[in-house]
């Protein structure tokens, strides 16, 4: 049995079985034994591959986006370049080395801003960044960020905060728990609490016991708080992650450990654990604020800022491997089949603005 398990296990004897959202929070950011607190999770060696770990492309892109915004918001002085769960910091790296290119003047008036829940993970960035992070600042809470415009970006953040889960019993809507068996095992239980009929999806009337809904109060109240910035100090954000644009009946929670689903009770602290990102209560959020929520697809997304054209500059002049090796990162980031469907891109922006490829249609 693992640390982290013997020490849920002993709080749950102590107090009651415990919610989905805590048992995620415990397995993600325990300070002793948490997932981003001790492990090296991205990477072909670590647990899984984000996009910015599949090419720089991403990264790149990510960063035309964002200066496209600045431009696109009246190229305010003073902007705070920002990035959320900045991971092992490979993105932040690519865009800076991008903005460097594309705006020097851009880059040296601009706070750069890495915001990060796990030390160990801070450190990390540092590495990666170099001597590049001379000029960053790490903080823990959007609440630090410094006064200015903000530019801020944040890849699969949202999927990393916790969900709450209900399920469907005999006596109705409860919330779905974490326990112990009688063999001493965590277990799911109904717990008592319920949830308000409101805040239920579309069929929940009909659906059969068992069935599962997710709610996300953490996500909201961080997208809120982004929001609340943008709206006062005006900028944009930009959120790629993987989810569904329609609230529905379903339990999306899983684990990921050596690039394959683990259940997700087996190894806390030792795998990922991430529920899929509910698109529409995120731009509610933002949208509470006055603001445009819009999204798309990664893939139309990363073809209509030029990824294609970006692979061949990319390639040109490369060996037949590194071109082969960039075609599959294309593949693989906005193809159909692999990230281009099911991560989908969000894009906060002030009301009146409209940043391409999105379009006020979207
Ligand atoms: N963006 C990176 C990493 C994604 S994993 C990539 O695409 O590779 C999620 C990241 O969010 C980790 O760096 C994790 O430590 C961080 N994180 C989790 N909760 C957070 C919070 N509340 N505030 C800031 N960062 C958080």
Redesign the pocket.
Known sequence: MSELKRKIARLIEAAGPISVADYMSLC??DPEHGY?TTRE??GEKGDFI????VSQMFGELVAVWLYSAWKACGAPAAPVLA??????G??MADMLRTLERLDPSFLSDAKLIL????AR?SKVQRETLGQRAENCTWI???GDLPEGPLFIA????F???PVRQYVKTAQGWRERMIGLDDKEQLAFVAGAGSLETSLLPEGADNAREGAIVEIAP?RTA?MQRIAEALARRGGAGLFPDYGYEKPAIGDTLQALRAHAYDDVLAHPGEA?ITAHVDFHALKQAAKSHGLSARTMSQGDFLLGLGLLERAGRLGAGRSHGEQEAIRDAVERLAGPETMGELFRVLAVTPSTVTVPPFTSAH
Do not use: K, Q, W
């Open positions: 993600l950011l981003y999770p991205f984000t996009a910015p770990e990035e959320i769960g900045p991971g092992r490979t993105m915001i990060e829940a796990s993970l823990a809470d959007v944040g890849n699969e953040l999927d990393a905060l953490a961080m990922d």
